[in-house]
C-alpha cells in the first residue's frame, strides 16, 4: 500500500513536469527562486575564490549554483501549480451579449462627459 502510493506520488510529479504548466504565485516562486540563487552563487563564489585566491574555483562556484537553480527552477514542478487559474469558459452567446451591451453603450451619448462649460469658462475663453 506504501510503495503503491508513493509510485502514484511519483507518477503525478512526473505528469505534472511534463505538462509544463505554472500558475502566476509559481511564476514568482520561481523568480524569486532565481533571483537568490543568483545572489548566492556569487556571493559565495567571490568569497571562495577570493579565500583560494583562484579565479577558476569562483567561477565553478558560480556555475555550479547556476546548475542547481536550473534543475530546481526550470521544470514546471507541483509545488509551481498549486494555484491554478480557473478560466471563464466559452459560451458564444454570452460574449455576443456582452459585445451588443459594449455596442450599445458606445451608441447613446453620456451627460456630464467632456468639459463643464459654465459661466466662468465662457468668460475666460472670451479674455482669449
Given at each position: 500500500m506504501?510503495?503503491?502510493?508513493?509510485?502514484?506520488?511519483?507518477?503525478?510529479?512526473?505528469?505534472?513536469?511534463?505538462?509544463?504548466?505554472?500558475?502566476?504565485?509559481?511564476?514568482?516562486?520561481?523568480?524569486?527562486?532565481?533571483?537568490?540563487?543568483?545572489?548566492?552563487?556569487?556571493?559565495?563564489?567571490?568569497?571562495?575564490?577570493?579565500?583560494?585566491?583562484?579565479?577558476?574555483?569562483?567561477?565553478?562556484?558560480?556555475?555550479?549554483?547556476?546548475a542547481?537553480?536550473?534543475?530546481?527552477?526550470?521544470?514546471?514542478?507541483?509545488?509551481?501549480?498549486?494555484?491554478?487559474?480557473?478560466?471563464?469558459?466559452?459560451?458564444?452567446?454570452?460574449?455576443?451579449?456582452?459585445?451588443?451591451?459594449?455596442?450599445?453603450?458606445?451608441?447613446?451619448?453620456?451627460?456630464?462627459?467632456?468639459?463643464?462649460?459654465?459661466?466662468?469658462?465662457?468668460?475666460?475663453?472670451?479674455?482669449?
Amino acid at each position: 500500500m506504501g510503495i503503491s502510493s508513493c509510485g502514484e506520488t511519483l507518477a503525478s510529479c512526473f505528469k505534472a513536469v511534463k505538462s509544463g504548466t505554472v500558475d502566476f504565485k509559481g511564476q514568482e516562486r520561481v523568480y524569486s527562486w532565481l533571483i537568490y540563487f543568483a545572489w548566492a552563487g556569487g556571493l559565495s563564489g567571490f568569497f571562495v575564490g577570493g579565500i583560494l585566491e583562484d579565479f577558476t574555483v569562483t567561477v565553478y562556484t558560480i556555475l555550479m549554483c547556476m546548475a542547481i537553480a536550473a534543475i530546481l527552477c526550470f521544470p514546471s514542478w507541483p509545488c509551481f501549480h498549486r494555484h491554478p487559474v480557473e478560466w471563464t469558459p466559452h459560451d458564444p452567446a454570452r460574449l455576443a451579449a456582452l459585445f451588443t451591451q459594449h455596442q450599445t453603450q458606445e451608441e447613446t451619448p453620456q451627460k456630464g462627459a467632456g468639459k463643464k462649460r459654465g459661466k466662468k469658462s465662457a468668460e475666460v475663453q472670451r479674455k482669449n
